[in-house]
């Protein structure tokens, strides 16, 4: 009998043991995820930062030779088409459970609905933001013609804060003040960076271009949010291809009329250079795909970080150009437009956050000096409990 104690000691202490092995298990799986969230994060960073830097610079280089925004921005909203096979071959070559193509499409297409994607809702869904795409894209094209890359990406981050004061109106979000005082930031910017060559400037249209181009982007964001709500990977690549299917097929009228119109003419047909559009295309077809491949794989905060790096990388580019990029004004309201957009990216529970770590750093101070906290506690003590006494509420 004497051995039954013994036994049960030891299975309690073999229990014990095992839990704590699968406990620190489980920390080292969440610590490897972790690190491996951050990982891909960084790498999305530089990818998505470098493929919007190499949009912007290359079509500055085409419009040496061509100079048809509209055209080029009707030519890479077709390659959107693309998106949603590219998303399927990964799920090829990754998935242990592979489906269909046509599976596939109507499990992506419930985006729109449960009935999936119907002749009405194609219309209906599609054509705003199609419209909303291709105007994002074409005024931010003509605000490259009259303002340097480093300018127009500023700009552009300035659809953070449209998107936040849209959606406090529309959607009934949470008020921030901190994100307030972004929005402001970026309008001082906006008003900063269109007066930098005085009034009347040659700047001044520019800037509506890229103001217009960061407002349209941002009502897409918020009409997305409201009529379609969230989406995961493979349903964002049915909506983009989905775009580029009907931007090919409702609206290739547009560069026709303007091509016999003479607004946008060239001639000979060998005088396109398919090299440069193929190049703006495909990079600006890659930046979707590493933004919601970002959002998949680590953390969507990184996605903004590396797109708002895309201006310090212009910057340099343009520097090398020899670009007069850094006067005091134009590097002022880019400053400020920047640090408007990284107080955009604060969390909405940045106070409770802040708090809960001054607190902790409280604690783990009166730990480590637990003697003085109590000598110099006790008159207080004895003061708070003198004065509870006579204490009068004032409501």
């Not at 297409?109 to 894209?137: Q, V, Y």
């Not at 990284?342 to 409280?362: A, G, H, Q, V, Y």
């Amino acid at each position: 009998m004497s051995s039954c104690p013994v036994r049960e000691d030891g299975t309690q202490a073999h229990g014990e043991t095992s839990s704590q092995e699968s406990h620190a298990q489980t920390r080292c799986e969440s610590c490897k995820s972790t690190f491996l969230k951050i990982v891909w994060g960084f790498l999305i960073i530089l990818s998505v930062s470098s493929s919007w830097v190499g949009t912007t610079q290359i079509v500055k280089i085409t419009y040496k030779n061509f100079d048809y925004p509209f055209f080029m921005t009707w030519f890479s909203t077709n390659w959107n088409i693309m998106f949603f096979p590219v998303y399927y071959s990964g799920h090829l070559a990754t998935a242990q459970e592979k489906q269909s193509p046509i599976k596939k499409i109507r499990e992506c297409s419930r985006i729109f609905g449960e009935d999936g994607l119907t002749l009405k809702l194609f219309l209906k869904r599609t054509a705003p933001f199609s419209i909303l795409w291709t105007l994002t894209n074409y005024l931010y094209l003509l605000a490259l013609k009259r303002l340097t890359a480093t300018d127009v990406s500023a700009l552009f981050c300035c659809n953070k804060a449209f998107v936040f004061l849209l959606s406090w109106i529309v959607l009934k979000d949470r008020f921030m003040g901190v994100r307030i005082v972004a929005a402001i930031m970026a309008i001082t910017g906006i008003v900063m960076m269109a007066y930098v060559d005085g009034y009347p400037g040659e700047s001044i249209l520019g800037v509506a271009y890229a103001v217009g181009s960061a407002s349209t982007s941002a009502l897409y964001k918020v009409l997305f949010k409201m009529f379609l709500g969230s989406a995961n990977f493979g349903e964002a690549a049915h909506f983009i291809s989905t775009l580029g299917f009907f931007n090919l097929v409702f609206l290739s009228f547009t560069p026709i009329i303007l091509y016999f119109t003479k607004v946008e003419y060239w001639s000979p047909f060998s005088a396109v250079p398919w090299g440069y559009l193929c190049g703006i295309a495909g990079l600006w077809l890659a930046f979707n795909i590493l933004v919601n491949v970002g959002v998949a794989l680590t953390y969507p905060i990184l996605i903004s970080i590396g797109t708002v790096l895309s201006v310090p990388g212009n910057a340099a580019v343009d520097l090398l150009k020899d670009e007069k990029i850094f006067s005091a004004v134009r590097l002022g309201a880019t400053v400020t437009i920047c640090l408007g957009f990284l107080l955009m990216l604060l969390p909405e529970e940045w106070d409770e956050i802040t708090l809960r770590f001054i607190n902790s750093l409280k604690e783990k101070k009166s730990e480590d000096h637990p003697e003085d906290v109590t000598d110099s506690s006790m008159p207080f003590r004895s003061r708070s409990r003198a004065n509870g006494t006579i204490s009068i509420p004032l409501a």
